[in-house]
Structures are given as C-alpha cells and as structure tokens.
C-alpha cells in the first residue's frame, strides 16, 4: 500500500544509547518531516526536509540528527539517548509547498530508560 | 512565536449529536488550515482542509469554517457516530511547517 513506513515500530534504549529511525515514503513526495508526540504537548516539528538534499530545524531539534538519504528516505537520529526523549515519533510526507496535506507513519514508541 | 491554540481539550457527545472543534491561530500569514484525525496507536489521518480563500467547506458529515479576520477555524461534526472517537488536530500553515494544536479527545457515546 502507498504511504509512509517507519522502523521500528517500538524501541527501548537505555540512557547514552544511540539509534536511527527510519522512514521511507512511495508517493513521490519532495517535503518531508518528523514529529514527536507527547501527551498535552501535541505534536511538535523535531526537523524537516523541504526537498531533496535540504534540512532544516523545526522547534525542538536538540539531540537529534536528520539525513535525508534519498528523495524517499528520511532518518533521525539519537546520538546520546535520554529519558526526556521518550516518545511517539511520527514521520511524515508532502507535496512540496506549504498548502498540502501531509501522509503520517504509523509511529515509532521509543522509550529511554 | 506562533502558536494554536485549540479547544476543548476533551468532549463527549450522544451519538447523533453534533460536535463543535474550535481553533485559534496567531500568525496572520497562516493560509492553509489541516484537520487530521488519530486513532489509538495510529498515525494522524488529514480528514479535511481549508485554504484562506474559502470561508467554509463540507464534505460528507464534516466541514470546517474559517473567519480570517478573527484568525478563527472550526471543525463540525454532524451524525455522529461511534466511529467518530477519536483525537482531532488542527493545525496552520504559513510556510513549510505546521503549528498544531494540542487536540481534542472526541467520544462520541452509544
């Protein structure tokens, strides 16, 4: 099926571990984005990718890292995980632009013990 | 810096009824307005959009309203249904990015 698919679909790390997230997308989309979901928080842009070979900080981009491999794959990465970075990390893509919708992952549940 | 603001947080209505999502937005450059819904252990769906352009648009049992000079939008949900429980995000587009609103729980009650 056409969409957003993220790996791994649950995680847990211990304090100091690192990880990637991957996302991968076949809509042929340019922008791409990923999100974190905490509880009362909503959901808040850790990094985005406008288009192909372009990154770019979103709101809360401390202690992560983005590479946006190819025009359908988009990683993030935790070099150093902490507990504060437990959370549902969501993936998503779009049509380039500012007026699309975006396609959401189905998640990633990491915790950080 | 920008921000939405959406309520309520939660709401429950009888199945049949009606239900009233309201946001508010505070950068006025903001002209594409996204209404997603989630699902427990999904991701957020889009279910309607509105563009700065239009003042309302239906589709089905759902539209969305927006007032531009208030910076107000709303999402209605008429009929009801069981079906309809779930978390619904608003969010406002000025550039590549959204800001998305803290959600709403909506149970819709048998």
């Known amino acids: 099926n056409a969409g957003v698919t993220q790996t791994p679909k649950f995680q847990v790390l211990k304090t100091g571990q690192s990880m990637t997230l991957q996302c991968a997308q076949d809509?042929?989309?340019?922008?791409m984005y990923w999100y974190r979901q905490d509880p009362g928080m909503g959901l808040r842009l850790i990094y985005y990718?406008?288009?192909?070979?372009?990154?770019d900080k979103g709101e809360v981009p401390n202690g992560y890292n983005v590479s946006r491999l190819n025009k359908r794959e988009f990683s993030l990465r935790l070099e150093s995980a902490a507990p504060s970075q437990t959370s549902v990390y969501f993936c998503?893509?779009?049509?380039?632009?500012?007026?699309?919708?975006?396609?959401f992952g189905s998640g990633t549940r990491l915790t950080v013990v | 810096g920008e921000n939405v603001e959406q309520h309520p947080s939660t709401l429950s209505v009888q199945e049949g009824d009606s239900a009233v999502i309201k946001c508010t937005y505070s950068?006025?450059?903001?002209?594409?307005f996204p209404w997603y819904k989630q699902e427990l252990g999904k991701g957020p769906q889009l279910i309607i959009d509105?563009?700065?352009?239009?003042g309302e648009k239906k589709d089905q049992r759902i539209a969305v309203t927006l007032n531009k000079t208030a910076k107000h939008f709303s999402l209605h949900i008429t009929e009801t249904q069981p079906e309809d429980s779930a978390v619904y995000f608003c969010?406002?587009?000025?550039?590549?990015?959204?800001?998305f609103g803290t959600g709403t729980r909506l149970k819709v009650l048998a």
């Open positions: 998503a893509s779009s049509e380039e632009g500012r007026s699309y919708g975006y396609t």
């Open positions: 809509m042929n989309h340019n922008s």
């Open positions: 990718s406008a288009s192909e070979g372009t990154t």
């Open positions: 950068d006025s450059a903001s002209n594409y």
């Open positions: 509105i563009r700065s352009n239009v």
């Open positions: 969010a406002a587009s000025a550039t590549y990015k959204y800001i």
